[in-house]
Every structure is written in structure tokens, then in C-alpha cells.
């Protein structure tokens, strides 16, 4: 089977605005299909805070529990108004969303805008869906505890801050609206916080069905100012974040910010928590990536007020965790992903294969090195892609601006710069030799790019994934890791992103990289 890979924030058009939405990835779906392909991965697309405080890494969500409002095909939600109650939804892309501001080139997403807007057209829809759907809407938030989640929302907007930063006591657990008012919630923040997690989920149910299924991604954790960190604050280590040792690449170690979640207080709770979390994504996923899986074996934990490098590894009871994943997915017919990049601990391996996990084979590790050498074939059980969100794209690598990149932010000294760049010659070299045969585009990094994705496609991986931003050539990745405010970080569109899977209207490069991929993975649907 094959995909590709595309953050639903990159998928703008001019339906959708500054950023993507569930219109886009339907319209993306409906482009996959027609080609044979069987999955759309993308980066995780949970809660975040994107007013005050305002937090759009995909990997520090304000809830592992649930959407982000911010890719809701609000035309498609208007169109509801109409609909007979109890009625399936609107498949999302069905229409075009007139008053979306146009996209200015080379510019990036600018969250806290592109959210201000979209809110004030879900605002304007809340009072009318409640009129015609009212009585469906409630069922389903007490059903689903939509109305906590809502409550923690319409208090965060009302003061601005993060929970941490709050006056009063904790409310109980808010199971209602009428519960929510009277602790102090403003009704329209939560009507409108409750309306948009129905209409998420409605959406994302109208994907499924079809030849395509998402490649959802689970996040290690939460921001520290999430909902479920302050709902149920017992469950997480408050006073230390989550990490990663000291490599050669961060000397110092790194520290992600996000609180652990205690390994006693999750196995006193039966790991309600994680079961929850595992279960919201994999209703809507034909395909589930475990965020750095060496997590629920082990997690390097970095106390507050210590520099990264004084960081310990805190224990999980991983085969518990495992069953849970193996268990669920099982249930709702869903393959599993880990991510085992990085420090891998000796069991990590031999446990995902005993539990039916894919591993990840990134193909750019793996490009000849000399001159008359082989690009290394990935294994068998895995999902094979050339890159990953975390690393350069093809074109990046191409010219070595990851390299430049790393000298830019001190990471490697003047002396090393040159050393990589030296071998990134001999490897460009490489890849030029195995790209000779490539009709009309030898010579150069669209042969290069072409010759790798077909290699990819013919080797023996049970999953190939082709990032959309190596079809389009774009240099910039959509994140460097170990910055933040550094680099614009997740905030980049893919460039001609409908066009690529076109026959028609592709550029040359991603037409015949793309055919490379039909004819090595023809579609068994």
C-alpha cells in the first residue's frame, strides 16, 4: 500500500484561506483515490490554544481528547442548519466557502488571525444549529463529556491565561450546560466550544467509508496547560517535563515542556487516560503513529529549574500500555505505527514486533554515500517515506540547507559544516549516478527525487508514504527540531499541493514520481 504525507494546516487553497481544512483533506482524499493510494498521514490534528496563550506545535495540543476546531469545513457545518436532525452530515469539501481571505504569497499561517476569523464564522453558526439540531447536539456533548471540555475553554478565553494562572476552586466534573453556567461559564463560549467538537467528529465520521483512511499521529503529551492537566492534575508530574538526553546533535539535551504522566497514578486508574486517548483517535484512523514509542517504555524526564543534560529516565509498565494499543486497534480494525527514532532501548523493537507495530524507516538516512553504491533497502514491516516532519525534505537535503541550517543555530562548528558538506557532495553525486535512467529529468534533484521515491516504492516496505512537499521540491522543512521561536516552526503551505496528483496538471517531477509509485504499488481496492 502507499499515502502521502501532508499537515492539514499546509492544505490552504483559496476555499479554505490561510490554512487547510477538512474540505482540503476530503479533496486530497478523493486526488489519493484516484491514483490507488490508501492513506493521508498528517501531523496531529488535536486542541490547541491559538488566542491567549497561543500554542500551535501540533505536538503540545491542549487536549489528547479532542479536535482542533481551527480545520472545521465551515460551510459544509452551515449547510447543516438545513438538514433534518439525526441526518448524516455533510461530507466535508462539498462546497466553497465565499468569504475565506485570500492567501498572500510567501507569507506564513498566522494562527491567532486565521483562528479570530474562522471563530467569528463558528459563532455565527452556534445559535442556528442549536435552533434546528439542539436536542442531537446535547445528547451527543453528555454523552461524550463534551461540556467539561467546553467549561475548561469558555473559563480559559474568559480569563486569558493558562489554568495555571486561575482564581477559585476547581469546579467538579461538568457533565451539562445548565452545571457549566453555574460555574461561572459564559453559555456562548460553551455552546460554541460544544457545537465545534460535534461538528469535528461528525466530519471526520463522513471521511471514513471510502478507499482512503487517515494516518492520525498520537503526541508523546500535552502542553502543561491542557485540559486534561488541569482536570485531572493527580495523573501528571507537574514538576518536570518531558525530553530527550543529550546526543550529538543537542549536546545539551532537550527539554519538551510537557508534563509526564505518572506511571502509579496511570496504573491506579487502570490507564483510563490513555485508553481514552488511544480510543479517540483510532475511531476516525485506518492508521495510528505512536509518537516516540520508546515513551511508554521509558521517558526522559528533565526536573524544573535543571538544565536538560540533568535529566532521568522514568519507567512505564510497557507491556500494559502495549496490550491496551494492541487491544484497541483490534477493535477498531486500525494498524499501528511507533516511532522508534532516535535512542532506541534494546526491547523497543522485539516488543512492537511481538504486538503487530510498524516501524519507521526514514529512506533519507539510507541514500548511497559513494559513488556506484545502493540506496539501503528498508525492512519489511514498516512505513518507508524518504523524510519525516523532523527532518529535511528531499530538496533541503539536495542542497544541504539542513547542514547550513545547523551551523546557523551553533549546533556544529565551521570545521563540521564543511565535513558534512563534503559528504553530502559525494552523496549528491550518488544519487545523480542512479538517477541516469530517469527520462527527461536526469542531471539534477527532480531525477534524484524521482529515482528515490521509486526506489522506495519497489523495496519491500508494507507502507510507502510520499511527502507532498518533496513532490513540489520545496527546500523548507515544516519543523527544525530543538527550535521554537528560532525558525517558523509549522507554519508553512504546500505550494501546488492539488495539482500534484494530477496526471494533468502535475510538474513534471511529481508526475513521474508518482507514476513510479502507481506502477511499483498498484491499487488492489
Known sequence: RWGVFAPMYGLASAASGQAGDLASMAELFDALAARGGSYVATLPILAQFL?????????????????NELYLDLTALAADVQRPAGSASFRPGSLVRPDAPPIVNGTLIDYRACYAQRRRQLDSLVVPLLAARGLEIDAWARTAGAYDYAAFRALGEHART?????TGAQPDFIA?????????????????????QWAMQRQLDALQGGKVQLYLDLPVGVNTDAYEVWRWREQFLLDASAGAPPDPLF????????????????RREHHRYFIACIRHHVRNAGMLRVDHVMGLFRLYCVPHGRPATDGVYLRYPHEELLAILALESARAKCALVGEDLGTVPDGVRPAMEQHGMFRIHVGQWYLPSKLGGKIGASP???????NTHDTPTFAGWWTGADIADKRDLALIDSAQEAQELAERA????????????VPGLAGGVEGAMVAATADLAAGPAEIVLVALDDLTLDPVPHN?????SQRPNWQRRIAQWRDVLDPLRAPSAAAAAIAAVVKARPSTK
Open 162 to 166: 493558562g489554568w495555571r494562572s486561575w
Open 380 to 386: 519489511a514491516e514498516c512505513v518507508a517515506g524518504l
Open 426 to 437: 559525494v552523496a549528491r553525486e550518488a544519487m545523480l549516478e542512479l538517477s541516469a535512467n
Open 176 to 196: 451539562t450546560r445548565e452545571s457549566a453556567i453555574a460555574a461561572g461559564c459564559d453559555a456562548a463560549r460553551v455552546d460554541a466550544h460544544v457545537v465545534a
Open 480 to 484: 527544525v527540531p530543538g527550535t521554537t
Open 251 to 266: 549536546l545539551g539535551g532537550q527539554d519538551w515542556g510537557l508534563p509526564p504522566l505518572s506511571p502509579i497514578a496511570s
Open 51 to 67: 488566542d491567549e496563550p497561543c500554542a500551535f506545535s501540533p505536538y503540545s495540543p491542549a487536549s489528547r481528547l479532542w479536535w
